[in-house]
Structures are given as C-alpha cells and as structure tokens.
C-alpha cells in the first residue's frame, strides 16, 4: 500500500509539474506580445521622428515633424495595443472571417460578401482629397510597420490570439480603413430588420395594431402605408417565422438587432449657459460592449494643433473628441438609409428580373470564400439596379418575398464614391462651428448629429446623406417596395442644406439623445423610427433645472440612472393594484405581490445597481409585454425583445381602442388591462424567485444588470472565457441617461451588453480640465495592466484629465516610444 501512495504521489507531482511547465511557456509565449512602450524603433516609411509620449492611463500622445509622420505614429500605437481587434474588423469587412474561424462564421462571410463593403471601400479610396489619401497611408505604413517589428523581433506575432489561430497578417491598406469606417455604419442600422419586422407583422395585424406594436414617435401623424399584404395577395398571412439571425448558422454578425443599433448623447451649452463663461459639450456614444472596448483613446499634435479624443482602431481620427478650440460628439440619427425592394425574376429566365422598361440581366459573378478546415464555398453574387440581392435566409426575408421574386437592398454606405473619411478628416482640423459644419458635408455613412461647441458659440447637424424619395412610394420605406416602378426608386440624395440644423439656439442649450429632430413630413423626414422617446424627457429636465451649467452638472447627467419611463408607466399599470386587496399570509402569491408593490409605491424610478425596485421593474414590464403579445403575433413576439413605452402606454390609456391587446384571444372570458398586469407581476415574481431568491428587500439590480464586456472571439471558450471577459455591476438601464441596455432574451435578459464605451466632457473655457473615460483599457491584451484599468473608473462615474499639455502626459508617462526613420 505504501509504494502504492508513492507512486501515485510521485505520477501527481510529475503531472503537476507538467502541467505547471505547460502554463508557464503558455504565459511566456503570450506575454512576448506585450509591447515594450520605452523603447526606439528604425522603421520605413517616415519623414521625421515621431515621438508616442503615453501618459498614466496609456494613452498616447503622438508628437512628430508633420501630420503624415503624427498618423504613421497612431497607426503604430494602434496596432501595438489592438492588432488583433483590427484584424478582425478587416475580415468582418472583407467577409473573411472562415478562414480563420471555419464553417460557424460562413454565412457571416457570405452576408458580408453579397454586400461588397470592401470592394465599396477600394473604390472610394481614390475620392479622397490629398491629404486624407495621404493620412490614409502613413497611417497604413505605421500599422505595418509594428508587424514588420513584431515579425522581425519574434514579439509574440503581435497579439495571443495569433497563437490559437492563422498568425498571416496582409499588410494594412488605405481601404481597409474606408471599410472599417462603412462596417461601423452597418452597426449603426437597422432600416432593413426594421422593414421586414414591419412588413410581416402587418400580415398578422390590422393597421390600428400595427400602430400600436410599432408606434411612431410622438409628434406630427403618419399617413396610412398600404398593407404589405395587399402588395402580394397570394402571399399566406401565416408563413413560417425564420429563425433569428443567430438562431441558424450566423456568428460574429455585425448586424445589430433592432434595439441594439447605435444610440448616443451628446449635448452642449453656449458660454451665456455656463458659469466659467465658456462653451460645454458632454458626449458618450453608445455601443456593443467588447473587450476590448470599441473605442481607444489617443492625442495627435496636427498642424493645426492638437487634437485629442475616441479614436476607432483601424480608422486614422479621432471621432470624438476636441481641439484647444472646437470640441464635437456624435449620436446616431437613426436615418432611414435601407430600403428593401422585391424584385421579380423572370420566370422564362432566371438570370433576369423586371426593371421599369422591362427584363434586364443580373450582374452576376462568383466570389470563393475559404473555409479553415473545410472545402472553399463558392458564392453567386447577383445584383440589380437598386442593390444587391439579399437570399430569403437573412433577417427572415423569405418570409416577406413572394415566391418568384428576390430581395434587394439599396443603403447609402454602399456608396463607392464615398468620402466620408476626407469630410471626417477636414473636421480635426476645423476651428469653428461653422468650419465643422462645412468640412462634413461629403460624409455619407453612418449618418449621424453632430453636437459642436467652439469657444463662442454651439451648434447641431445631421451629416450623412439621406436617399431621395419619391412622395409617391408606397411603402415609404417603412416596408418593402417593388423594385420595377420607378415611382418606388431613389432618385439620389437630398442636399446637404437640407441637413437639420441648428445654431445659437436662443436657449443656450442643445442635445440630442436619439430623440426625433425634425417634423418634416414623408419623404424629407429622415425616419420614422427614431431611437428614442424616452431619455430626452429627463435630459430636458435636468438641463432646465439650472440657470448655468458646469463640468459637474454636465457628468451628473451622464452618470443619471433616473428612469423617466418608469415613472410614468408604474402609476399606470399599477393604478388599480396599489393599496388595494386584503392582508396576505406571508409566504404566499399575494403577500408577495403587495410587497412588490410596497416597494415600488415608494421608489423614484432611480435605476441604481443597489435596490431591488428595479429589477422588479424591469421583470414585470418585460413579463407584461410578453403577456399582451404573445396571442395575437405568435412566434413573431420573440422578435420584440425590449418593453416599448410607447406601446404599454397606449395599451394602458386605451389610444386608438389599444387596450384590445389586453384581451387573450384564446381563452372565452375578456381579460381587462388590470388583470394582465396582476398576471405579469405574479409570473415576474416567479421568475425573480427562481433566478435571483424571493428575499425581495436583499434583490439588487446590478446582480441581474452585469455589464458584459465579452471577448469576441474567445469569449465563450472554457477557461479562457475568465481571462478576457470583463464584468461589471452596473447601475442605469434602458432608458435612462446612463444608458445600460439590455439583452431581452436568454437566461440573463437583464445583462447589460450596449452603453458608453466612451465617455467625454469638454470645457471649452479651461480646455485642459476637459475629461474622458473608456469602459475598460487601452490595450487589447488580456494579460497588460491596461486591459481593464479604466473599466473600474467607467463603472463607478470617474473619468481622467484629457489634457493637450505635452508635460502632464510625461509627468507619469508608463513609456516613451520613439520613432526614427531607417
């Protein structure tokens, strides 16, 4: 027996040892990829020398002889800290992914593909004014220059991840940068989801419940849209609901769900509306949270002067950010920039389809996507006069398109006389409102407001083109058009005059929070759909609250968990349930509901990580939604994910006769909205119970509302997965200023996956005590100190100094790297 023990003792301590010999050359391996930030490279392709200066935060400042030199230097900053990150946004672009990623990303490949961003990116790169061309390949040559180092210094292959798969990286290219900059666009949308969502759930509901699950924002009233069904009567008013996009084959989609397009805030005051008597600008675009995040912060010494800010790897600007002189912030406008037009083919000959003067021919050609591990897939791509042509496999087209007939998609970003890097570029060099305003007016994708102050004055533009329709179009871009009339065609894009905008308001104050900023009617109205109703409720409180603004008042209403939806649909869905009922036993059903009750009588609508109010809130809106829904659209309820106020509240007010959804259609007796809301509470309590305990007062909302900064690639892999993730408790929700939105499906609907990766706060009086934050860390490597070190200051509210001032970044400089040519 004893030789027995040491034997096994001796097998475990050889297996330990192997083991740890095994982790240690694993950390070894990736630790050589860290970038030494003291030290001095020889490199090709510079003017000057260029000094990369990174302060106590690792961001860096980039100092050098000329502004081609000053963008060699950040597309090496760049790619020491995200190589990894922009490979993959390359591939994404370039619909490349299965190559390094196998089968599960094909159909991701394909979408990508039929869209031709890249081949739309290599055509537009040779629109762009000198300049930028030239910014264009400085910043290439730098980003290569760190491979050409990293390859020749053995330093890891630039990122761990190159260990676990192919470590070719192509050399870095002007229109790999014009890409990345149009796949930001089509995160940024969601026109085409929106179109089919619309189109097949008219073919389950009238027009006055159609209204009501997809409610116009307030303000002027929309003319009727024709039914889609009336557009093909032979198409079955119950054909099979396809699948979600990440239900049948997709991954790594960057195609965001309908509540998850882009969002933002950004708002400004004019000196006269502040107490240090300058201009103020507050920005934080909202995005999917990764790790890393999305945004890098960096300072570039221009000609013109500094510029310092969110810059986007892969993209040479900073896209949000400011100058000792004009500061600028960004939120999506939501823009209508899809359309999807049915074609029908020519049943005598499928190479054809119907135009208006007739039958032409597709244009058509092959593309080979490569498959790690599997045969290449070749894949027609067909065409038509409006866009490509989109299978019935994505977004649940087919469910949409008629037997006979395929779908198109028109969208501005696929533009291939695109200049919106050069408008982008002439941006970090304007001085003045009005000089930001006139520099963007050849930007076309993503369309989004400009919220501007300069040291006098404040002002607001929509950039980015919008499609010109015909007031005749049917559809009105809300539904799918038949592509062969001409009355259903885009006829170019509106001028640039015709933008929203706004200078000097007489208020002093500006904003925008997704929220609608034109009533102009159809077809000069940008959309119908816009992103938000309900944060700007409580944005106009808070900047109404105060005479004069400052710094801190500005970050007090980034930081708002206040939810001025929850305080206006809780007394009425609540209205005939508070204080009424007798006494319950503890331990049962109604004891429980008057104790939910009790709380949330007594809450302020105050989204904060701490109190249980909130997620009582949110399981009983989402419960609710689900309850008045599910009967009436069947399987298509599980493609409405988030409660929409704007719904609840006219099912609750009875607008229209809305109140009908609260009737279950299946059972004989006639539900009244009263009893719906008791129902939903009760099973919201259920599932409280059964996932996070029935203690109710011991609840807190940041248990449920974790911030998932997820790895996009390694994210779900074992053990791995709790290297490279990031969690967060965090505060705020839907709809609130600290934005936080939510997943709305899976075992955990209340995480936490799209806010503000970046946040910013500009005091154009004291220009250096302006301040920004990211929502986790500069470097895109798991094991750097800089992986996560901002994400704790981003979750509890702080920032760090955004200063241009050259000595405070070297005061507490983690490195100086230097540049010199070879």
């Not at 870095?172 to 089509?186: C, E, G, N, Q």
Request: net charge negative; hydrophobic share 40%.
């Amino acid at each position: 027996m004893a030789r027995t023990f040491r034997w096994l003792l001796r097998i475990f301590v050889a297996v330990s040892l192997l083991a740890l010999t095994g982790a240690m050359g694993i950390y070894w391996l990736a630790a050589r990829s860290l970038p030494d930030y003291d030290a001095t490279h020889e490199v090709a392709g510079l003017t000057g020398p260029v000094e990369i200066v990174r302060d106590h935060a690792n961001v860096p400042h980039i100092f050098g002889d000329s502004d081609p030199d000053v963008f060699f230097g950040l597309g090496f900053a760049h790619a020491q800290d995200r190589l990894w990150q922009m490979t993959v946004m390359r591939r994404t672009a370039q619909g490349r992914l299965s190559e390094l990623f196998g089968a599960r990303t094909l159909r991701t490949d394909e979408l990508l593909r039929r869209m031709d961003l890249y081949g739309a990116a290599v055509a537009s790169v040779a629109d762009q004014d000198a300049a930028t061309r030239t910014a264009l390949e400085a910043y290439a040559a730098g980003v290569n220059a760190w491979i050409d180092t990293v390859n020749e210094d053995a330093l890891g292959r630039g990122a761990p991840e190159f260990f676990l798969f192919t470590p070719e990286i192509q050399p870095w290219r002007p229109a790999d940068s014009i890409a990345i900059v149009k796949l930001m666009a089509l995160q940024l949308t969601s026109a085409m989801p929106q179109e089919v969502l619309r189109a097949r759930a008219s073919l389950a509901l009238s027009p006055e419940r159609l209204r009501d699950i997809l409610p116009d924002a307030p303000g002027t009233p929309v003319t009727a849209l024709p039914q889609y069904g009336s557009l093909f009567p032979n198409l079955p008013a119950n054909t099979p609901l396809v699948p979600r996009d990440g239900e049948h084959g997709y991954a790594m989609l960057p195609v965001p769900e309908i509540d998850l397009a882009g969002a933002s805030n950004a708002w400004a005051a004019a000196p006269d509306r502040s107490a240090a008597g300058g201009s103020l600008l507050a920005s934080d675009p909202h995005l999917g949270l990764s790790a890393p995040s999305i945004w890098y912060l960096a300072r570039l010494e221009l000609d013109t002067g500094g510029v310092i800010g969110g810059t986007i790897p892969g993209i040479p600007m900073v896209l949000n950010g400011r100058s000792d002189a004009l500061g600028w912030g960004i939120t999506a406008t939501g823009m209508d920039d899809q359309d999807v037009f049915i074609e029908e083919v020519n049943p005598a000959d499928p190479a054809q389809y119907r135009s208006p003067r007739g039958w032409v021919d597709f244009e058509t050609r092959r593309s080979i996507i490569r498959v790690k591990d599997a045969a290449p897939v070749t894949v027609e791509l067909r065409r038509t006069q409006n866009g490509p042509v989109m299978p019935g496999g994505h977004f649940g087209l087919a469910n949409v398109t008629p037997p006979g007939h395929v779908a198109a998609l028109a969208w501005t970003a696929l533009d291939r006389d695109d200049r919106s890097l050069s408008a982008a570029m002439g941006l970090m060099h304007a001085r003045t409102v009005d000089e930001a305003i006139d520099a963007m007016e050849d930007f076309v994708a993503p369309a989004l407001n400009l919220t501007l102050a300069d040291r006098s004055e404040i002002g607001f533009k929509m950039v980015g083109k919008q499609p010109a329709r015909s007031a005749d179009q049917r559809g009105q871009g809300r539904i799918p058009s038949l592509g062969w009339q001409m009355a259903n065609r885009w006829q170019g894009t509106l001028p640039y005059a015709e933008n929203p905008e706004v200078r000097e308001p007489a208020s002093g104050i500006l904003g925008n929070t997704n929220n609608k900023i034109t009533d102009r009617p159809f077809p000069n109205h940008i959309t119908f759909d816009w992103g938000d109703t309900q944060r700007i409720q409580r944005w106009q409180k808070l900047m109404q609250d105060r005479q004069v603004h400052t710094r801190e008042s500005f970050i007090d209403a980034q930081l708002d968990t206040v939810s001025f939806t929850a305080r206006s649909l809780l007394p009425l869905i609540a209205a005939d349930l508070w204080f009424t009922g007798e006494a319950a036993e503890d331990g049962t059903p109604e004891r429980q509901r008057q104790r939910a009750l009790e709380l949330l009588a007594n809450w302020n609508g105050e989204m904060n990580e701490h109190l249980p109010e909130p997620l009582i809130y949110a399981a009983w809106l989402r419960q609710l939604q689900t309850r008045l829904i599910r009967d009436e659209l069947g399987p298509l309820a599980a493609e409405f994910h988030h409660p929409d106020p704007i719904f609840i509240e006219r099912v609750f007010r009875d607008i229209d006769g809305a109140s009908a959804w609260c009737d279950v259609v299946q059972s004989a007796i006639t539900e009244t909205c009263t009893d719906l809301a008791r129902i939903a509470l009760d099973e919201a309590l259920i599932w409280i119970g059964e996932n996070h305990g029935r203690a109710l007062e011991s609840l807190r909302w940041g248990d449920a509302h974790i911030a998932r900064h997820d790895h996009a690639v390694l994210g779900d892999v074992p053990v791995l997965k709790w290297i490279v993730n990031i969690r967060q408790s965090t505060s705020g929700g839907d709809n609130t200023l600290q934005r936080g939105q939510t997943i709305g499906t899976g075992p955990e609907p209340f995480a936490n996956v799209h806010a503000a990766g970046y946040r910013g706060v500009y005091d154009l009086a004291d220009p250096d005590s302006s301040l920004f934050v990211l929502a986790t860390g500069q470097s895109g490597h798991p094991l750097s100190r800089h992986y996560d070190d901002l994400g704790e200051l981003w979750r509890r509210g702080d920032y760090i100094p955004m200063s241009l001032d050259p000595e405070l970044a070297r005061a507490a400089a983690v490195g100086v790297t230097e540049l010199i040519p070879e």
